[in-house]
């Protein structure tokens, strides 16, 4: 491929394969001056591969890359520094012992007087990175651990900008962000576009690309498959072009729940939840909707036992119980799949069968002591039932994709076989195939007859998924609707507490 005027950074032909496997196969990739540009696809498809070789993580087994249209050879991180290409992940690379000023300045040569850091000329040159992206607010003294999510995600850019990057690389920037803070995020964004900076942008929220994005490149299985503009396309041809299928076919079909009442609710009340009461049948799937804050995360919390209720009562199969604890609630039925899976559904450094044994101790010891085949044996199955792509048992959890990371807790649960399973935002930061396998996991456990609670901040997530829909607001229900035919207008006026309006 020759090159084309006018990309300030270009993969040309980029391959690269691990044991034999291609992760890449040719990858062509342009990327203009002044553009903030999609990179989209499924796990798997190669994004991070790509990502780790423009960054100099990795060396291409194949192809080259060009700078201003000449090619250049980054063997390290600091190369591509050095060539103003940066990363910024989603675990950002704060240093919280240390001050924003000294994160701002980190990797650069500090300033000094005799011999000894000048802090009043590094507190300067701090300032003047944090006011080019109108965050002047941000205390350059203060320690980088005490700012929220979106600070420090600013520090990190103003470090960017500091090295003087002109390509800056966004992985998941949002993920722990509230939607004020990524409001905040996109303005910088654009600012950094306007003073020709180049961003490459990678996210599963589609509708943040949409919001933001000039354009977008598809990969699928290590490919490129497509680079257009966003305004040429629309969401349903980007997912569409993503997975090799029709939106259409993301969600599984509907079924009839026509048992008995698993799961039944009456008055419940906690610190935001006031007094909620709902049933959910055997093989039914139960969507709950509601802006931040309603208290539909409270809600399922109070239900699996890891909040206190002050108020009402909950019946598993017509048995009314007590929640003390997450573990009284499981050996009661009841099964919750955290929001937050890194911090609070696995431990990262653990192994996969680990991770699913600790939660099924019972069927994984014989004689009260802990059996290794039966930890593998359970292990390999639910690697197997629920497709979690891996090397085997013995990897470490942290080492795989978000979505099979999502898995995996899942497994550990499901191990339990619980009549009642709740999900917090099951499919969060998660890409679109991955979507569909859980989307069908949920229905297949339904089939079985498990009463599942599916609470999601995405309302065609709810529509398509679930059979009813509960909205909350301000800590109650403020609607219930069938979720075949539901209409997104109507269910966030419920979220709104307007629907009588």
């Known amino acids: 491929m020759e090159h084309t005027n006018g990309h300030v950074l270009e993969a040309q032909a980029i391959s690269k394969h691990f044991d034999g496997v291609f992760a890449l196969d040719g990858v062509d990739l342009q990327i203009r001056p002044g553009e903030i540009h999609a990179l989209l696809g499924e796990n798997g498809a190669g994004k991070s591969t790509l990502i780790k070789v423009l960054t100099g993580v990795y060396a291409p087994?194949?192809?080259?890359?060009?700078?201003?249209?000449?090619?250049?050879?980054?063997?390290?991180?600091?190369?591509?520094?050095h060539a103003g290409v940066v990363a910024l992940y989603q675990e950002l690379s704060i240093v919280p012992s240390i001050t924003?000023?000294?994160?701002?300045?980190?990797g650069n040569d500090m300033p000094t007087r005799g011999g000894i850091v000048d802090r009043a000329r590094l507190h300067r040159t701090a300032r003047e990175q944090l006011e080019r992206l109108n965050q002047q607010h941000i205390p350059v003294t203060k320690m980088a651990g005490r700012l929220t999510p979106v600070q420090q995600t600013m520090v990190a850019v103003a470090r960017a900008i500091a090295v003087r990057a002109r390509v800056l690389i966004l992985d998941e920037p949002t993920a722990s962000l509230t939607d004020h803070e990524i409001q905040d995020l996109f303005r910088v964004l654009r600012t950094l576009r306007e003073e020709g900076v180049a961003v490459l942008y990678v996210s599963h929220r589609l509708e943040e690309v949409f919001a933001l994005c000039d354009r977008a490149t598809i990969m699928r299985n290590g490919q490129v498959v497509s680079t257009s503009d966003i305004e040429a396309t629309s969401i349903n041809e980007v997912i569409s072009?993503?997975?090799?299928?029709s939106t259409d076919e993301l969600y599984p079909a509907r079924a009839s729940a026509t048992g008995e009442p698993v799961l039944e609710?009456?008055?419940?009340?906690?610190?935001?939840?006031?007094?909620?009461?709902?049933?959910?049948?055997?093989?039914?799937?139960?969507?709950?909707?509601?802006?931040?804050?309603?208290?539909?995360?409270?809600?399922?919390?109070?239900?699996?036992?890891?909040?206190?209720?002050?108020?009402?009562?909950?019946?598993?199969?017509?048995?009314?119980?007590?929640?003390?604890?997450?573990?009284a609630a499981l050996q009661q039925g009841i099964a919750?799949?955290?929001?937050?899976r890194r911090s609070q559904g696995v431990v990262l450094s653990q192994s996969i069968a680990e991770n699913i044994a600790v939660g099924n101790l019972r069927t994984v010891s014989r004689w009260g002591l802990t059996s290794a085949?039966?930890?593998?044996?359970?292990?390999?199955?639910?690697?197997?039932?629920?497709?979690?792509?891996c090397r085997g048992p013995q990897q470490a959890v942290g080492q795989l994709s978000g979505g099979n990371q999502q898995k995996v807790v899942l497994a550990k649960f499901l191990a339990r076989s619980p009549d009642v399973l709740l999900l917090d935002e099951p499919t969060r930061g998660i890409d679109v195939g991955t979507?569909?396998?859980?989307?069908?996991?949920?229905?297949?456990?339904?089939?079985?007859?498990?009463?599942?609670?599916?609470?999601?901040?995405?309302?065609?997530?709810?529509?398509?998924?679930?059979?009813?829909?509960?909205?909350?607001?301000?800590?109650?229900?403020?609607?219930?609707?069938?979720?075949?035919g539901a209409d997104e207008e109507q269910l966030l006026r419920y979220c709104y507490g307007r629907a009588d309006r």
């Open 61 to 81: 087994d194949g192809g080259r890359i060009l700078l201003d249209g000449r090619p250049i050879d980054m063997r390290t991180v600091s190369d591509a520094h």
């Open 100 to 106: 924003v000023a000294e994160n701002i300045l980190l």
């Open 241 to 245: 072009t993503m997975v090799g299928r």
């Open 265 to 327: 609710v009456e008055g419940l009340t906690g610190r935001r939840v006031q007094d909620v009461s709902l049933q959910v049948r055997a093989g039914e799937v139960l969507g709950v909707g509601g802006l931040a804050g309603s208290g539909r995360s409270e809600l399922l919390r109070i239900l699996a036992g890891a909040q206190r209720r002050s108020g009402g009562e909950v019946r598993v199969a017509g048995r009314t119980i007590e929640h003390r604890s997450v573990g």
């Open 336 to 340: 919750l799949v955290p929001e937050e």
């Open 373 to 389: 085949s039966r930890v593998n044996s359970l292990a390999r199955r639910s690697i197997g039932d629920l497709k979690i792509k």
């Open 435 to 484: 979507k569909a396998e859980i989307y069908g996991l949920i229905r297949s456990l339904a089939a079985r007859g498990t009463a599942v609670v599916v609470v999601s901040s995405e309302l065609p997530e709810l529509i398509g998924l679930a059979d009813r829909i509960v909205l909350m607001h301000e800590g109650r229900v403020s609607g219930e609707v069938p979720a075949d």
